[in-house]
Nanobody
Framework: QVQLVESGGGLAQPGGSLTLSCTTS????????MGWYRQAPGKQRELVAG???????NYADSVKGRFTISRDNAKKTVNLQMNSLKPEDTAVYYC?????????WGQGTQVTVSS
């Protein structure tokens, strides 16, 4: 059983920054591939950024150059640094992993970008 708990969401102005964190428990974190997804009202959930167990990263085109995903295996956390935020980044952000054939999601954290 794996638990994922997100934190760090909130309100930011356009051009501002936020950092999301996902704290994990259960499983063997260093073996997890982790991802951040987001879902805006009326839209499908989409992958924002992913990081493999050995640190390889991938990003949605819409966030490349603005967002950075990172992991701390000692703290069993994965972070998403979000810079140059835009109103279209407004969404609920979810942490995600798969472990032993099961899919796990966090409860989500709201990010709102507005002036």
């Amino acid at each position: 059983q794996v638990q994922l708990v997100e934190s760090g969401g909130g309100l930011a102005q356009p051009g501002g920054s936020l950092t999301l964190s996902c704290t994990t428990s259960g499983g063997i974190f260093m073996l997890f591939a982790m991802g951040w997804y987001r879902q805006a009202p009326g839209k499908q959930r989409e992958l924002v950024a992913g990081i493999s167990s050995d640190g390889m990263t991938n990003y949605a085109d819409s966030v490349k150059g603005r967002f950075t995903i990172s992991r701390d295996n000692a703290k069993k956390t994965v972070n998403l640094q979000m810079n140059s935020l835009k109103p279209e980044d407004t969404a609920v952000y979810y942490c995600h992993t798969n472990w032993r054939g099961l899919t796990y999601w966090g409860q989500g954290t709201q990010v709102t970008v507005s002036s």
